[in-house]
C-alpha cells in the first residue's frame, strides 16, 4: 500500500517559479520510479516528468523541458518538481504518481498510485 500527498501549488505570475513535492509512504513504495501529471479544465491528464530509483534517469514533456527538474530523496521518500519560467497554460492539477517500470513511461496507466494533487495556478 503507497499513499502519496502533494504539496506546494499556488498562484504564481507567469515567469515566476514554483516548486512542488510530494511525500511516498507505504511498504510498496520502495524501488518504484515517480513521476508528475498534470491536469487542466476540459483536457486530459498529461505526462510532465519521471525519475527512476535510483536517479540515474529522467524524463520530461517536451513541454516543460528547460524549465522543470525533478529530483528525489530516497531517504525521505520525497520527489519534487521545481518549476521555472512558468507560462499560463501551465495552470493545472498536478499529481504525484508511482509505479514500476522504465521512468520514461508517459501513460497515467503505467503508474498504480496516485496523490491527490494540488493545484498552480499561473496569472497574467
Known amino acids: 500500500q503507497v499513499q502519496l500527498v502533494e504539496s506546494g501549488g499556488g498562484l504564481v505570475q507567469a515567469g515566476g517559479s514554483l516548486r512542488l513535492s510530494c511525500a511516498a509512504s507505504?511498504?510498496?513504495?520502495?524501488?518504484?520510479?515517480m513521476a508528475w501529471f498534470r491536469q487542466a479544465p476540459g483536457k486530459e491528464r498529461e505526462f510532465v516528468a519521471a525519475?527512476?530509483?535510483?536517479?540515474?534517469?529522467?524524463y520530461y514533456a517536451d513541454s516543460v523541458k528547460g524549465r522543470f527538474t525533478i529530483s528525489r530523496d530516497n531517504a525521505k521518500n520525497t520527489v519534487d518538481l521545481q518549476m521555472n519560467s512558468l507560462k499560463l497554460e501551465d495552470t493545472a492539477v498536478y499529481y504525484c504518481?508511482?509505479?514500476?517500470?522504465?521512468?520514461?513511461?508517459?501513460?497515467?496507466?503505467?503508474?498504480?498510485?496516485w496523490g491527490q494533487g494540488t493545484q498552480v495556478t499561473v496569472s497574467s
Open positions: 504518481a508511482t509505479g514500476r517500470g522504465p521512468s520514461y513511461m508517459t501513460s497515467p496507466l503505467m503508474y498504480d498510485y
Open positions: 507505504g511498504r510498496t513504495s520502495s524501488g518504484y520510479r
Open positions: 525519475i527512476n530509483w535510483m536517479a540515474t534517469n529522467t
